[in-house]
C-alpha cells in the first residue's frame, strides 16, 4: 500500500473512532443515568412500603386506647391499599410518578390527622407500643424525604445531560426524554385542619 492509502485509512479510521465515542458514550451515559433514576425511584417505593407496613401496627394500637374515628379508619385502610396497588414505572405515563406521589401525600395527610387525634390521649401517647412505631414512622418519613430528595438529584442529572447540544440530538434519536420531578401535591405545604367533634 503506497503512502497516499495509509492517510485515507487512518482519516477514515479517525472519523469512525470520532463517530462511534460522539453516539456511544453519550449513548451509554444516557441509559446509566436513567437506571440510576429508577433505580432511586425504587428506593422511593421502599420507604413507602414500610411505611404502609407499619400503618396497620398503628391503627391497632390507638384502637386499643380510643374509640377512634370509623370513617378515619377506613379511609387510612383505603389509602394504605391504594398506595400498595399503585406500581409506579417512571416510563409509563399512563400511571405517572405523580400519581403515586398523590397517594403518598394522602397518607401522609390521614397520618397527620391520626397523630393529631392521638394527642387527646395522654396513656396512649405513653404507651411503649405506640412510642416504638411512633418513632418507627417519624424515622421513615425521614428517609422517604432522603429517598425523594435523592431522586429529584438523579432526575436533575439525567435531564441536564439529555438536553444539552448535541447529547439532545442524540436523546431525541433514541428517544430519552425528560423525567418527571417528585412535586409534592398543591397544598402540601399547609398543615392539615382537624376537627374534633
Not at 370513617?71 to 400519581?99: C, F, M, P, Y
Not at 424525604?145 to 445531560?161: H, I, L, Q
Amino acid at each position: 500500500m503506497n503512502k497516499r492509502t495509509w492517510i485515507i485509512v487512518g482519516i477514515i479510521v479517525v472519523v469512525l473512532f470520532f463517530l462511534y465515542s460522539s453516539f456511544v458514550g453519550p449513548y451509554n451515559n444516557m441509559a446509566t443515568m436513567k437506571v440510576a433514576v429508577e433505580k432511586q425511584w425504587g428506593q422511593v417505593q421502599v420507604q413507602y412500603q414500610q411505611r404502609a407496613d407499619l400503618i396497620p401496627q398503628l391503627v391497632e394500637t390507638v384502637q386499643g386506647y380510643a374509640h377512634f374515628e370509623k370513617s378515619t379508619l377506613t379511609e387510612i385502610a383505603g389509602l394504605r391499599s391504594q398506595a400498595g396497588q399503585a406500581k409506579v414505572n417512571v416510563n409509563n405515563k399512563s400511571l405517572s410518578v405523580d400519581d403515586q406521589v398523590r397517594a403518598a401525600n394522602q397518607m401522609e395527610g390521614t397520618l397527620a390527622r391520626l397523630m393529631v387525634v392521638v394527642e387527646k390521649y395522654p396513656d396512649l401517647k405513653a404507651n411503649q407500643n405506640f412510642m416504638a412505631l411512633q418513632s418507627q414512622l417519624e424515622g421513615t418519613e425521614h428517609r422517604v424525604a432522603n429517598e425523594r430528595r435523592k431522586f429529584n438529584d438523579a432526575v436533575g442529572e439525567f435531564n441536564s445531560y439529555i438536553v444539552l447540544f448535541p447529547k439532545n440530538m442524540i436523546a431525541s434519536m433514541f428517544n430519552f426524554k425528560q423525567m418527571e420531578f417528585f412535586k409534592a401535591d398543591a397544598g402540601a405545604e399547609k398543615a392539615p385542619k382537624v376537627k374534633f367533634d
